[in-house]
């Protein structure tokens, strides 16, 4: 049999791509604790019915892009496609609507059948975060002002701009609506079949339309400022007034719609112009209606989802292979007493490792080969006195230390 390739559109994850991808994790879990969200984990799968609501959903993620199956008992199953449905689901299947806000902090696999290419997969994976049950525009400002942390921690925020819009709410929305079905109505011979199918269903997607001949149509559509109302003015504002307080930079695109349906209000994206088409980095909005959705009772809710793969392609320094202590026991004779000092090594957090064969020469090849910062040589006479060779494998020198005194040495 020829050797198995992963699937198409799937990556293993080894060595440096790795570390890229954990660092990112490991990062946005440390500041979504200290910013107050708690983590969550729903299932990979779920009923199809979480994602695909009726007739409502025009996304192209619900229609052309999810993994729907019928499993061995003939129920209809979806791999997740994004998080912020499932964690919706979550809130109402817990009973946790009467215990809000809730402050959730989310990252694991996602699964789209789309065409791969640079940062794009079919199984990618983010992190999100969401405030599930607050109305007020300190929460919008709060959970974009903690992205944008986020992507200082990791180094990426001089390459990424905070492009901000509202989509008011549904007044302003219906009113604006109108205002687009006019506009591309008149503009239909150069829509491409994609958004005139967009034009009968939800008008808005349009603006978020990939397709170059779509852009050009889109670039003189009406924006929705003459359309919002005084509330959904007043909002924005609120918004616009907590990210200064919170020392957000943004600038404002009209175009920003978001690839899910359920927004209002608030919706925004950090972009970079280093990843090529694939420029989005995170993104998200205000979601007033899914909870009902799911059926739980009206619960307004603001989050984003971020790409891990596109975040770590972008990280300037990615996090160093470790550097362990090497621990070299020269004959079968001093084997205990390296175990003992493995066990002593680990249990004060240093990474320590013995080959499990080798003799002295084979064994300091190998701990050079692994990034070794330092060789602790285990001879029968050190040892008979309670002692060892230490050699620092970065400078070379090395001398005689006391067993007892190695831990704190290598501290
Ligand atoms: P895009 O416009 O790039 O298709 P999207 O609007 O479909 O993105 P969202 O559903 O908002 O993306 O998901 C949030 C983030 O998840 C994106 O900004 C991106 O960083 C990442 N993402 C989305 N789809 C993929 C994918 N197929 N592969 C890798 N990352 C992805
Ligand atoms: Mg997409």
Redesign the pocket.
């Known amino acids: 049999m020829s050797a198995l390739q992963p699937a198409r559109?799937t990556r293993d994850l080894i060595g440096e791509e790795a570390r890229r991808h954990f660092h990112v994790i490991e990062t946005a879990r440390r500041i979504a604790a200290v910013w107050g969200f708690d983590e969550w984990s729903t299932p990979v799968f779920e009923d199809t019915r979480v994602f695909a609501r009726g007739l409502g959903d025009t996304s192209?993620?619900v229609m052309k892009e999810m993994y729907t199956f019928a499993d061995r008992g003939g129920d209809s199953i979806t791999l997740r496609?994004?998080a912020t449905a499932g964690i919706c689901r979550a809130l109402v299947s817990n009973g946790l609507t009467q215990t809000l806000p809730q402050k959730v902090f989310y990252t694991g696999p996602?699964f789209?059948y789309?065409r791969p290419q640079k940062?794009?997969?079919?199984q990618?994976?983010?992190i999100d975060v969401e405030v599930l049950g607050s109305a007020e525009p300190l929460a919008d400002a709060e959970v974009i002002a903690c992205g944008w942390t986020i992507l200082q921690a990791l180094g990426v925020a001089r390459e990424v701009t905070l492009e901000l819009n509202t989509l008011g709410d549904k007044a302003s929305r219906d009113a604006y609506r109108a205002a687009l079905v006019e506009y591309f109505g008149a503009h239909r011979a150069s829509l491409s079949d994609d958004s005139l199918a967009r034009l009968e269903r939800n008008p808005l997607r349009i603006l978020?339309s990939?397709d170059e001949g779509d852009r050009r149509v889109v670039a003189d559509a009406p924006v929705i400022d003459p359309y919002l109302t005084p509330e959904a003015r007043r909002f924005y504002d609120g918004v616009r007034r907590h990210l200064g307080h919170f020392g957000v930079p943004f600038i404002e695109n009209r175009r920003i719609v978001?690839?899910?349906d359920y927004y209002s209000h608030t919706a925004f994206?950090f972009v970079t112009a280093s990843l090529g088409a694939?420029?989005?980095?995170?993104?998200?909005g205000r979601y007033d209606g899914l909870v009902e959705e799911m059926g739980g009772p009206h619960t307004p809710c603001i989050g984003?989802?971020?790409?891990?793969?596109?975040?770590a392609m972008l990280l300037a320094n990615p996090p160093a292979p470790p550097a362990p202590v090497a621990v070299i026991p020269v004959g079968e004779a001093q084997e205990a007493a390296a175990i003992g000092l493995l066990q002593a090594l680990r249990e004060a957090g240093i990474r320590a490792e013995a080959e499990y064969r080798g003799n002295l020469k084979r064994r300091m090849e190998r701990a050079n080969r692994a990034g070794a910062r330092a060789a602790v040589i285990l001879g029968e006479a050190e040892v008979a006195r309670g002692a060892a060779q230490l050699k620092d494998l970065t400078t070379g020198s090395q001398s005689e230390v006391k067993l007892a005194e190695l831990v704190a040495r290598l501290a």
């Open positions: 559109g192209d993620v496609p994004e996602m789209r789309e940062g794009r997969y079919r990618f994976h983010q978020d990939k978001r690839g899910l994206e694939q420029g989005t980095v995170m993104g998200g984003w989802a971020a790409g891990i793969e596109r975040l």
